[in-house]
């Protein structure tokens, strides 16, 4: 595994850790999969979730 998935991974756990930290305090699932889809969609607008390599 190189070095981006294995950042992609670490991003999309803190994801779904910080969901369920909210989840849990609310006691929601709802809650849990809106901030999960929320916390994952900010990832990849602001870049730290990479689908494709970036060209040099």
Known sequence: MNARKKLNV?????CL???AIA???TGSWVVFLLA???LAAASVANGQIRHR???R
């Open 10 to 14: 670490a991003y999309a756990n803190d």
């Open 23 to 25: 989840g849990g305090a």
């Open 36 to 38: 999960a889809a929320a």
């Open 53 to 55: 390599p970036t060209r």
């Open 17 to 19: 850790l910080m969901a």
